[in-house]
């Protein structure tokens, strides 16, 4: 669990707060007319997510994702691999150490079947994450820090052929705002930071996700797309 003590820099209680922070910014009617599909990026953006969904009669999905670190240092990242198998590289960290582009597709693939399709098991029952194609879509996490997350899940949905493609996200620095904005139709954003210290630095309260409670949220809901696979 993540607590930040130092409450003059909280700009959100939870992920409840977060939740009604950006339906202020989120353009509802718009979305409801273009029939939006929501994607969470993260097992902790689930809750925003379906929360969204629920209330606004959206449908939505999860996106899985692990990141590609280097050898013998877990904090180093390199990469991100989705679960289409779509990989997005920091070329000039991966240059610097001298690290093959080898390594980093196996470790994809390692990671594909090592945690991404428990992932998928875990909360799909198996499944593939939702066709997308021609779809307007809107990316959501519960904060961006690094844009590995953001960049993969962008590509993966791009390759995936949807219409359009937006990002919603409580919080993101202002550095990787200008990235992404380019890159994107629309990011929807309740606070751009200067100076970005991590994501749980801006909630008082950023509890570990229980992965029980995820799975039974998405099977109860009537808005996730896998469960409407069968209809």
């Given at each position: 669990m993540a607590q930040n003590s130092d409450f003059d820099n909280c700009f959100f209680e939870d992920r409840q707060d977060a939740y009604q922070?950006?339906?202020?910014?989120?353009?509802i009617k718009v979305m409801q007319h273009e029939q939006w599909i929501l994607i969470a990026l993260s097992v902790g953006a689930v809750e925003i997510t379906q929360k969204l969904a629920e209330r606004y009669g959206f449908d939505f999905d999860l996106l899985f994702s692990e990141?590609?670190?280097?050898?013998?240092?877990?904090?180093?990242?390199?990469?991100?691999?989705?679960?289409t198998n779509d990989i997005v590289i920091?070329?000039?960290l991966v240059e610097s150490f001298g690290i093959s582009l080898d390594y980093i597709y196996d470790q994809g693939?390692?990671?594909f079947h090592d945690k991404i399709a428990k992932y998928q098991h875990r909360y799909?029952?198996?499944?593939g994450i939702t066709d997308l194609r021609d779809r307007n879509v809107?990316?959501?996490?519960?904060?961006?820090?690094?844009?590995?997350?953001?960049?993969?899940a962008l590509k993966s949905v791009i390759n995936m052929h949807v219409r359009k493609v937006s990002l919603a996200t409580p919080v993101i620095p202002e550095d990787l705002y200008s990235k992404l904005d380019k890159k994107v139709d629309k990011i929807y954003s309740v606070h751009q930071i200067r100076d970005f210290i991590e994501v749980?630095?801006?909630?008082?309260?950023?509890?570990?996700p229980n992965p029980a409670e995820i799975a039974e949220m998405l099977e109860a809901s009537n808005h996730f797309l896998p469960n409407k696979k069968g209809e």
């Open positions: 922070q950006l339906l202020e910014v989120l353009p990141p590609i670190v280097a050898p013998n240092n877990e904090e180093c990242q390199l990469a991100m691999v989705s679960e920091e070329e000039k693939a390692l990671l799909r029952k198996g499944l809107l990316l959501i996490d519960q904060g961006c820090e690094t844009g590995f997350n953001a960049m993969c749980a630095y801006y909630y008082r309260d950023l509890k570990d």
